[in-house]
């Protein structure tokens, strides 16, 4: 800084001035600042600017882990939030371990980020409630927490559940079967708990839960579903890793989908348009999901707002109606029908577009 100082003229507040804009410079004199800052290639030591401001310009995300496209739509949506206001992301994961999450949040506390948006591992988030984190601007995504001083962004997983069950029920399908990843997490809980209305309702027997996060489960659990002496005559998988095993193990078993088997999936796939029968799935806003999360964190940090009940904001789903359910459409296009908004729920932020990744 001294050295840009001495070569446009001027003292080294006069550059601080500049590059921080608190306070007003000269067209001229700036201009022979910027000058010297591009003879020089000068560039800002951020993290003593952090040091001297106490604000990093600076967010971090975790998310359970990477190789789930919904993550990584997340995260990739909030990155994009973030360049927005001119910060920077710190991306992490927690591998749907507690203790790995707490470790994480701790570091970036170190760190001194201005804030977090955090898709929360099962288990206990009291850590949360310590002092370290009162002054904390943290959002979640996908799965709330229970502090109410938190704001959140969700979906509505048992209705956009129960939408997809009444659909295969409606094909004339008594015995569906529902397969999940950790049962423990809440979008699992709720997603069943949605399946489980819609049989109920129906007057109809639920299924126990099947756990199902290899390939290789799908296989097993899948062939001991058709080899029933009543089989299950539908499927439905509970997120887009499950429904990815239960394709492959379809595919294993040679089942004829949907003659044999009828499936639907939680979350639309990259490639559920092009597969064969192409796949019904509850759609989630994945993009806007991650934008929503990012705007509330950037208005509580602007605003430096620490409210003590946070907002909850739930977005609309759309059961997205192709072949695999056993629907036929002689155009080839897809249908679809939208969940109706939830009552109680708070409308999505403002200036979120509307729109699917």
């Given at each position: 800084m001294a050295d840009v100082a001495r070569l446009a003229g001027v003292g080294k507040m006069t550059v601080s001035r500049v590059l921080s804009g608190s306070a007003n410079v000269s067209d001229s004199t700036a201009?022979?600042?910027?000058?010297a800052i591009r003879l020089l290639n000068y560039q800002p030591n951020e993290l003593a600017r952090s040091l001297r401001s106490l604000h990093s310009k600076t967010i971090a995300v975790i998310v359970?882990?990477?190789y789930d496209s919904f993550f990584a739509t997340c995260a990739h949506a909030?990155?994009?939030?973030?360049?927005?206001?001119?910060?920077?992301?710190?991306?992490?994961?927690?591998?749907?371990?507690h203790e790995t999450e707490r470790r994480q949040t701790d570091l970036m506390v170190r760190r001194r980020i201005d804030g977090m948006v955090i898709i929360p591992a099962p288990g206990d988030d009291k850590y949360l409630q310590s002092e370290v984190y009162s002054r904390m601007h943290i959002v979640t995504l996908d799965r709330p927490l229970a502090d109410p001083r938190f704001d959140s962004v969700l979906v509505n997983n048992s209705a956009g559940t129960k939408m997809a069950v009444e659909h295969l029920i409606g094909h004339g399908h008594r015995r569906i079967g529902f397969l999940g990843v950790g049962r423990e997490l809440y979008t699992m809980k709720a997603r069943y708990a949605g399946y489980r209305q819609a049989m109920m309702r129906a007057g109809l027997t639920a299924e126990p839960y099947m756990e199902c996060h290899?390939?290789?489960?799908?296989?097993?659990?899948?062939?001991?579903?058709l080899d029933r002496e009543a089989p299950l005559t539908a499927l439905f998988g509970a997120?887009?890793?499950?429904?990815r095993c239960l394709l492959h193990a379809l595919n294993v078993l040679q089942v004829d989908v949907p003659g044999q088997v009828a499936t639907a999936g939680f979350d639309d796939l990259?490639?559920?348009?092009?597969?064969?029968?192409?796949?019904?799935?509850?759609?989630?806003?994945?993009?806007?999901?991650?934008?929503?999360?990012?705007?509330l964190l950037f208005r509580r940090i602007l605003r430096q707002e620490f409210p003590s009940t946070g907002r909850r904001i739930v977005l609309p789903l759309e059961l997205v109606i192709r072949c695999s359910c056993g629907c036929h459409t002689n155009n080839g296009l897809?249908?679809?029908?939208?969940?109706?908004?939830?009552?109680?729920?708070?409308s999505p932020a403002a200036g979120v577009p509307r729109r699917h990744r």
């Amino acid at each position: 800084m001294a050295d840009v100082a001495r070569l446009a003229g001027v003292g080294k507040m006069t550059v601080s001035r500049v590059l921080s804009g608190s306070a007003n410079v000269s067209d001229s004199t700036a201009d022979r600042v910027h000058r010297a800052i591009r003879l020089l290639n000068y560039q800002p030591n951020e993290l003593a600017r952090s040091l001297r401001s106490l604000h990093s310009k600076t967010i971090a995300v975790i998310v359970p882990y990477l190789y789930d496209s919904f993550f990584a739509t997340c995260a990739h949506a909030i990155s994009t939030v973030a360049k927005q206001h001119g910060y920077s992301v710190i991306l992490t994961t927690s591998d749907e371990e507690h203790e790995t999450e707490r470790r994480q949040t701790d570091l970036m506390v170190r760190r001194r980020i201005d804030g977090m948006v955090i898709i929360p591992a099962p288990g206990d988030d009291k850590y949360l409630q310590s002092e370290v984190y009162s002054r904390m601007h943290i959002v979640t995504l996908d799965r709330p927490l229970a502090d109410p001083r938190f704001d959140s962004v969700l979906v509505n997983n048992s209705a956009g559940t129960k939408m997809a069950v009444e659909h295969l029920i409606g094909h004339g399908h008594r015995r569906i079967g529902f397969l999940g990843v950790g049962r423990e997490l809440y979008t699992m809980k709720a997603r069943y708990a949605g399946y489980r209305q819609a049989m109920m309702r129906a007057g109809l027997t639920a299924e126990p839960y099947m756990e199902c996060h290899t390939p290789e489960q799908a296989v097993k659990q899948v062939r001991a579903a058709l080899d029933r002496e009543a089989p299950l005559t539908a499927l439905f998988g509970a997120n887009n890793l499950t429904t990815r095993c239960l394709l492959h193990a379809l595919n294993v078993l040679q089942v004829d989908v949907p003659g044999q088997v009828a499936t639907a999936g939680f979350d639309d796939l990259d490639v559920a348009d092009v597969l064969q029968p192409r796949l019904t799935v509850v759609r989630q806003p994945v993009y806007q999901i991650g934008e929503a999360a990012a705007n509330l964190l950037f208005r509580r940090i602007l605003r430096q707002e620490f409210p003590s009940t946070g907002r909850r904001i739930v977005l609309p789903l759309e059961l997205v109606i192709r072949c695999s359910c056993g629907c036929h459409t002689n155009n080839g296009l897809d249908g679809s029908r939208k969940l109706p908004e939830m009552s109680g729920g708070n409308s999505p932020a403002a200036g979120v577009p509307r729109r699917h990744r």
